[in-house]
């Protein structure tokens, strides 16, 4: 089939003991959109993207980037179908510097293996050029995030907000096409947040990356998405332009309830 | 935004005029130390072949975060196969040291196999069991000698025997210094980067195409590797194997090793090794280690007739060094080197 989706999920549950965080979940994204999974605490969307890239496998249902099923994949191999990912509750590596956190999002791009590591020794080995070519790359990405103050320090060391950036750098780094964003605005200053909506505008549209972003923050969703689904209980409340969602009373209601 | 970057000097090995300069006198310390030192050869080479072993085992456990508490059997499986070819099989000592170093690596797989499944207290109970098997099965297995062990006379390297202790303690540096170079490059490169990353945060790695497994894996065979090298030159420096030398405490003082130089530091592993072999060699005479023994007379207690007392001080060690600093020996180097950078402001 020629038109189909570019990413879909269809039907995915996945239950924790009793609890089914997510319920028979279907939506579509189309090549090039900023798609937004907004709903209250707990209603799954975490769980969703969990699911996505393979940290859980759903219980039932199945996941396709361009037509490919990857439902149940290791997330290794998730991220080798080019869909990688931010975590709401930051995972940098702690104990490596900003450079070395977004080089490791090179990592399946360069070809140093043991043998060749070990014989870097001198500046046309095969693992210095890997390294060089790459550190090359991941300084544009720092170019492009404004992290060059933070480029040689250690995450651990850098403010909540660029720790956040920091990360969407490694996730940059992994060229993906389709990249999860859980809550990167969470916990920004107003400032941070203005920067950050920038940039994913500017991912979209320079590097023509899919975005599927979930967010609280609804003023941010509706000043950049194409397309909303709200979800609650694991369930699609209701899914549509930013207009549609918004104005949808279950919306409003499910949002007025959580907080 | 135009700066000047460097991006082969990130990585390059001795970077600046000053790495160079100390590398260039340690490895002059390293071909005159017998010369320098010559009574205290045997102990020399012994730290070279524990700085291997902790190099390994700090790629392992410092870098990945993979506790192992059995190295002593990896050792031991590359000490037996080395001497077992060289003596029963008359095959010459670097392809006999080679196949006992990839041997010790093939059950670094196994041992990898409860490793994807385990973490922390778990896996530190199951690399304690798998040291100690090896232990009891190399003392049961026919033709090994049993408890007696077996004798060893030199290296063969075919052409011609090496026997002096000097020569022996020359093929030891040498390879001590390759593999730490080898080390050092792959902690700077992609696989050591993989394995810190796994180290600091398994999700956020496999997330970004690391295959835990198999990175997890390839640690374990790096670290038994050489484990079974060091076990191979241990036997020749010792002249003899029996099961004996490879106790679970011998396990026990290799991870201290690690912890006390320094966890997921190069440097650390050599400075790690070297303390506490030091330790360990002089663990009946400690009223004359410096430092220790002061304190010792300070408090007027002689230790000259305790047996097992170096476990005890390495214990404190270990826990002193976890209290006061978690970098180790190299974190301290680190400090005082920083210290000096600044001096005399
Ligand atoms: N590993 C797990 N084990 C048990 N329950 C889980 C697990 N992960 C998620 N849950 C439960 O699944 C439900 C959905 O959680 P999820 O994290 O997906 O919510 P969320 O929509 O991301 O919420 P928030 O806005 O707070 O991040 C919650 O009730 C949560 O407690
Ligand atoms: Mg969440």
Redesign the pocket.
Known sequence: MSNNPFFTVDKIS?S??G?Q??KELSFHVNKGEIYS?I????????????CINGI?KPDTGSVKIQGQEITGLRPDQVAAHKISRTF?NIELFSNMTTMDNILLGRHMHMKTGVFSASAMLWKNSFSAKDETEHRRKVDEIIDFLDLQASRNKLVSQLPYGIQKIAELGRALATEPELLLL??PAAGLTNEEREDLIFWIRDIRDELGITIIL?E?NIQMVSEISDRIIA?NF?KKLVEGTVQEVTNNPDVVRAYLGAD | MDMKRHHYEDVQFLHGWANKFWFAVFVVLVIAAPYMFPAQLFLISLIGVNIIIALGLNILTGNTGQISLGHAGFVAIGAYTTVVLMQSWMIPFPAALIAGGILAMLFGVILALPALRLEGPYLAIATLAFGIAIKIILGNIPGLGGHNGISVIGMDLGFTMITSEVGIYYVIAGIALVMGIAARNIVKSRVGRAFQAIRDSDIAASAAGINLAGYKTMSFMISAFYAGIAGGLWAVLLGYINPNMFEFVVSIEYFAMVVVGGLGFVAGSVMGAAAVTYLRVNSDNLNSVPVIGWLLDLMSIDLTVQTGVTWVITGIVLILVVVLEPLGLYGIWLRIKIYWRTWPF
């Not at chain 1, 969307?45 to 969990?50: D, I, P, R, V």
């Open positions: 996945k924790f003991g609890l965080a997510l999974v709903g209250p605490n707990g209603a799954g969307k975490s769980t969703l993207f969990n859980y709401q859980d809550e979930i609280h979800i694991g």
